[in-house]
T-cell receptor, first 113, second 110 residues
Framework: DAGITQSPRHKVTETGTPVTLRCHQTENHRYMYWYRQDPGHGLRLIHYSYGVKDTDKGEVSDGYSVSRSKTEDFLLTLESATSSQTSVYFC????????????FGPGTRLLVL | GQNIDQPTEMTATEGAIVQINCTYQ??????LFWYQQHAGEAPTFLSYNVLDGLEEKGRFSSFLSRSKGYSYLLLKELQMKDSASYLC???????????FGAGTQVVVTP
């Protein structure tokens, strides 16, 4: 299994509060991705990174920001959480963008009340 | 727009074969992935097709037709542990972005 951890694994927060989710990898892979998974929608890409300090938006980036100051860490921040951001968040990593498989972390369940 | 379609649910008996179809319409295409996801767990990689044809891996096989925008995942000799959601995903660009279908829940009955 790829060495990917996510923290926290579960979080309950209130509307309007900031929340940061962390993805940590020990594989030294260049590419990292944040997805959210909701019933009926499958996995949707929020943001991705193609190197330290290099990030870009995905399909559902509104209300989210990311940072990558080290190869091994990719942070996802909800600046002001809303109930629509209640979801399961998965981080994925890949050694290259066009040839290699993406491997997923264990996920973070976020509930915004 | 981008669209990945797969059936919502399929039921099959232990020991049988099930075929999960996936059709895709994407602005770019650079390969088709299948993942397995058990309830409450992360998706795990099953197969990858970038060229037309069949890829076989033990009990699982995956097929791709790029001209038809079509793929299927074939699960043979079904076991109870194969009860899971199966996710079809198209890689749509050189940055590795994946567009996922909503998943097919496979229920294996005794």
């Amino acid at each position: 299994d790829a060495g990917i951890t996510q923290s926290p694994r579960h979080k309950v927060t209130e509307t309007g509060t900031p929340v940061t989710l962390r993805c940590h990898q020990t594989e030294n892979h260049r590419y990292m991705y944040w997805y959210r998974q909701d019933p009926g929608h499958g996995l949707r890409l929020i943001h991705y990174s193609y190197g330290v300090k290099d990030t870009d938006k995905g399909e559902v980036s509104d209300g989210y920001s990311v940072s990558r100051s080290k190869t091994e860490d990719f942070l996802l921040t909800l600046e002001s959480a809303t109930s629509s951001q209640t979801s399961v968040y998965f981080c994925a990593i890949s050694e290259s963008s066009d040839r290699e498989t993406q491997y997923f972390g264990p996920g973070t369940r976020l509930l915004v009340l | 727009g981008q669209n990945i379609d797969q059936p919502t649910e399929m039921t099959a008996t232990e020991g049988a074969i099930v075929q999960i179809n996936c059709t895709y319409q994407t602005s770019g295409f650079n390969g088709l992935f299948w993942y397995q996801q058990h309830a409450g767990e992360a998706p795990t990689f099953l197969s990858y097709n970038v060229l037309d044809g069949l890829e076989e891996k033990g009990r699982f096989s995956s097929f791709l037709s790029r001209s038809k925008g079509y793929s299927y995942l074939l699960l043979k000799e079904l076991q109870m542990k194969d009860s899971a959601s199966y996710l079809c995903a198209a890689r749509t660009d050189s940055w590795g972005k994946l567009q996922f279908g909503a998943g097919t829940q496979v229920v294996v009955t005794p």
